[in-house]
């Protein structure tokens, strides 16, 4: 099958990177490397916090580029809310503090999009996860009862409840409801941050990417691909799984690739037929499951395990990008699934890394060696929500303690203590 591939679905046609640094050699305060939502945040809530400071972003592609323009749109209530049953080190008090955390900052969140007047289609959309073996659904009420304990709300359906919510072709067990949940259209998302954070004097240099990063412990010196060199107080690395490219961070996540299929509008009749009815975004249990998302009379289908092994190195590239054996993997799933798209058309094709990390928390801290070189990386394919506020946890880590958040500061510490 030739897919149709492309950078991601969501993207508009076309997108022209904007003002690169070229060759121009700059001297900044605070350089943030890489225009996702964790890089974005870094660099708004920095501003915020300190107004006079200079900030400047580079991108090596354009606002949006990666994972957060192509992802599923999930707006979870807090970090690690899918893989909650293989965190060790599970500290109950520390959870709870966060999942309040996090929960707490949605307003805030949502605030931001109110401000920036940012039409990403933000709507209340539960996920409904569900078992389609007794052994997943056995792993579900356990996952249930611990996300109870930490404070995420989350609702039990049997498997005769879930197949009157979710009439879908395919055998099921049980599900749980995240019911906090919400969606976006992300790449319009995070486009409209960009956007905003403009809007407050940080320039975003696109097409500019980063070769080389030295510390020499008074001032970090940043190369360009385009021989640019940027001189920076401080240095906020935000490449998500990209890092793996950069020497000596590569060991510090294990890239996951995420592939993803989008069929074209479909007739009504075949549309209800899948049986998305009550949630129009379901997903399996467990570390290597498929997702599914309803969009616009579209099937979006993706994820699973890859044809070679969950623990097989993955590139973070082109060539990952458009690798059609994963594709058809994926694509047969789907038909499997649901069998009424036998043969269907393809509008989209794409794919992202994810960066997994040991204890799938993200990693916000100096880099070692590299004491003025914060990182705020590994949102381990949960980073719509998480990342953007990310940028709370970094000012205290790149301006110093009197510009510490307590509550996001006590978030961090647990996130990159186990
Ligand atoms: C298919 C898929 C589905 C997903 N679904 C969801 C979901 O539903 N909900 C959710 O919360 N999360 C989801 N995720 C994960 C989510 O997209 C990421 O966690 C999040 O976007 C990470 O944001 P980021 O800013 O860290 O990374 P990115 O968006 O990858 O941003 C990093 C940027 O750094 C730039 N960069 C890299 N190297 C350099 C360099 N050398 N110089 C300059 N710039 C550089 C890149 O071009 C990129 O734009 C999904 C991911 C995928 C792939």
Redesign the pocket.
Known sequence: MNFPYKVSFWATEGVKPTDPLGSRNINVDVLV???????ISSAYYLKKAAPDLNITV????YV?????????????TGMRELRTSFITGFDLEEERFAARYFLNSRAEFEQRIADGRIECEYREEPILMHALDAEAWQALQRESDVLHDRGTPNMLLSGEEVRRALPVPYEIHGGMVLTAWRSVQ?FKLVRGFGEQLRSIGVPIHEA???AEINDDGARVTVATTDRATISATKVVL?????TY??KPFNELLFPRQ?Y?VATVPLEDATFKSLGLKEYTYIEDVGMTFYYARAYRKRLLF?GGLPTRGLFSPSTVDKAADTDAVEYNRVYEEMQRRFPLLEGVSLEAAW????DITENFAPIIRPMAGMPNVIAN?G?N???????SLSGKMVVGQVLGSSYIDPDAERVRRYLNSN
């Open positions: 490397i890489g225009a996702g939502f964790a890089g580079v991108e090596a592609e949006g580029f990666g994972p957060s323009g192509r992802n599923f749109g999930g707006v979870t992300p500019t990417k980063v935000a490449t998500n799984a990209y490219h950069m995420s993803v993706g794919s992202g890394p994810i990386i949102f394919g949960e980073g719509l929500f998480a990342g």
